[in-house]
């Protein structure tokens, strides 16, 4: 079973370039997340989505675009990357009131 | 809004030795409780939830959480821990009514010495 893919799993960016994570579940999850990862911060929630073609603003949205076009896959994107976007990112998936079942997550570095 | 407050940043402790992991929650509704785990280099993974019922819960790897309403509080034990225990622990909250998006704390990083 894959469970929540997340690609790529490492990344360099240059300040100003632009680049869109991908998330794919294979569960039928309605709920879709993504969460970045700072040391001392926990997870702190950038987008959500409770179902096809919706989506919202979590806790840290600045910067960040997202799209959910089919039910398996969510997508971020960094319109202009910034240093301050240094980060792990974790998509994650679950049913409405379940347990959250995560990728692997991205390791994004912004230069 | 929910909010979520991990006390300890760190807590060290001795293999075999019992450990509590500490976690109080504020809501204005009523919560589902979560607790998981991050071992190095991977994903968060469930190790146990209360959802309504009993307030002891059992999760997987001798895990378990006593859920305090008066306290407001989901404090995570385990009687007697192993190397393989030492990972990041991560206590959430969410509404029981609503969205169900979950809210984390900020992390407690267990380290089981020899």
């Known amino acids: 079973n894959a469970g929540v893919t997340q690609t790529p799993k490492f990344r360099v960016l240059k300040t100003g370039q632009s680049m869109t994570l991908l998330c794919a579940q294979d569960?039928?999850?309605?709920?879709m997340y993504w969460y970045r990862q700072d040391p001392g911060m926990g997870l702190r929630l950038i987008h959500y989505?409770?179902?096809?073609?919706?989506?919202a603003k979590g806790e840290v949205p600045d910067g960040y675009n997202v799209s959910r076009l089919k039910k398996q896959n969510f997508l971020l994107g960094l319109e202009s990357a910034a240093p301050s976007q240094t980060s792990v990112y974790f998509c994650?998936?679950?049913?409405?009131?379940?347990?959250?079942?995560f990728g692997s997550g991205t390791q994004l570095s912004v230069l | 809004a929910q909010s979520v407050t991990q006390l300890d940043s760190q807590v060290p402790v001795f293999e075999e030795a019992p450990v509590e992991l500490r976690c109080n929650y504020s809501?204005?509704?009523?919560?589902?409780l979560f607790w998981y785990v991050q071992y190095p280099n991977q994903g968060l993974q469930l190790l146990l939830k209360y959802l309504s019922g009993s307030t002891l819960v059992k999760g997987i790897n001798g895990f378990e959480a006593e859920f305090n309403k008066s306290q407001t509080s989901f404090h995570l034990r385990k009687p007697s821990v192993h190397i393989s225990d030492t990972a990041e622990y991560f206590c959430?909250?969410?509404?029981?009514?609503?969205?169900?998006?979950?809210?984390f704390g900020r992390g407690t990083s267990l380290i089981v010495h020899p």
């Open positions: 989505s409770v179902g096809e073609g919706t989506t």
């Open positions: 569960m039928n999850h309605e709920y």
């Open positions: 809501s204005s509704v009523s919560v589902y």
């Open positions: 994650a998936s679950s049913y409405a009131q379940g347990k959250l079942f």
């Open positions: 959430a909250v969410s509404a029981s009514g609503g969205s169900y998006i979950p809210t």
